[in-house]
C-alpha cells in the first residue's frame, strides 16, 4: 500500500519559533494532502487542502499567515507553524490520496507531536 | 455543512460480547471511511466503503453503509481487549468538478474491552 512519512515525530520548542514539518508521499504522487490536527481527546479536524504547485486552502477560522503551507513537489508538502504558542501544543498530522483524485483511499502520515513550551 | 455524528462516544464492553457504533451524517456522500487510532499513534485505515450498501468484513469487524439513510455501522463480534481503541467514521465530499475537500471526521468512539 502507498506510504506517507512526516517528519519530525516529535518537536519541541520555545514560544515564539517557527517549526517546519515535512509529509512525503513515498511510493506515489499526489496533487493533493491534507493537513489535519488532533487536539488531545478530540477527533481530527481539517486545517487545510495543499495543492501541488497552487496556494493551499485553508479552514475556517484556520489562519494562514500562521500556518504556512508549502506543496512544491507531488511527494511533498510542508506545514511551518510560525511564531508558536503553547496553544499550537498538538497532534498534526497529514494525508494525501492517489493522484488522478480518485479519493477511493486516504494515507495517512504518523503524525507529528509538536510541543511548545 | 458537513456534519458527522458519531455514537456511542465511549463505550465499555466485555469480550466475548457484540456491539455497533453508528455513525451518521448530514449531507449526500458515497464515500465513507472507518478507522482505528491507538493512543499516541496516528490513524489506521479500516474500511473503504464507496457505495449504498457496501459491506466490508475483516475480522471480528463489519462495516456498512447505507447512503439513503445517510449511515454507516461499524459492527464488533465477538469482541476481544486487542480491539480496545478509539473508532472514526470520516466522510469525503466530492465536487462535480472532479476535486475534493478533507475528510470530516466523526468525533470518535472510545472502546474499552474489559477481560
Known amino acids: 500500500g502507498a506510504v506517507v512519512s512526516q517528519h519530525p515525530s516529535w518537536v519541541i520548542c520555545k514560544s515564539g519559533t517557527s517549526v517546519k514539518i515535512e509529509c512525503r508521499s513515498l511510493?506515489?504522487?499526489?496533487?493533493?494532502m491534507f493537513w489535519y490536527r488532533q487536539f488531545p481527546k478530540q477527533s481530527l479536524m481539517l486545517m487545510a487542502t495543499s495543492n501541488e504547485g497552487s496556494k493551499a486552502t485553508y479552514e475556517q477560522g484556520v489562519e494562514k499567515d500562521k500556518f504556512l503551507i508549502n506543496h512544491a513537489s507531488l511527494t511533498l508538502s510542508t506545514l511551518t507553524v510560525t511564531s508558536a504558542h503553547p496553544e499550537d501544543s498538538s497532534f498534526y498530522i497529514c494525508?494525501?490520496?492517489?493522484?488522478?483524485?480518485?479519493?477511493?483511499?486516504?494515507?495517512f502520515g504518523p503524525g507529528t507531536r509538536l510541543t511548545v513550551l | 455543512e458537513l456534519k458527522v455524528e458519531q455514537n456511542p462516544l465511549f463505550l465499555s464492553m466485555q469480550e466475548g460480547k457484540n456491539y455497533t457504533i453508528y455513525c451518521n451524517y448530514s449531507t449526500t456522500s458515497d464515500r465513507l471511511y472507518w478507522y482505528r487510532q491507538d493512543p499516541g499513534k496516528s490513524l489506521e485505515s479500516l474500511f473503504v466503503l464507496l457505495s449504498n450498501g457496501a459491506v466490508k468484513q475483516e475480522g471480528r469487524l463489519m462495516a456498512s453503509l447505507d447512503t439513503k439513510a445517510r449511515l454507516s455501522t461499524l459492527h464488533i463480534t465477538a469482541a476481544v481487549h486487542d480491539l480496545s481503541a478509539t473508532y472514526f467514521c470520516a466522510v469525503l465530499l466530492i465536487y462535480s468538478g472532479g476535486g475534493a475537500d478533507g475528510l470530516t471526521f466523526g468525533k470518535g468512539t472510545h472502546l474499552i474491552i474489559q477481560p
Open positions: 494525508s494525501a490520496g492517489p493522484i488522478r483524485g480518485t479519493y477511493n483511499e486516504q494515507f
Open positions: 511510493d506515489f504522487q499526489a496533487t493533493t
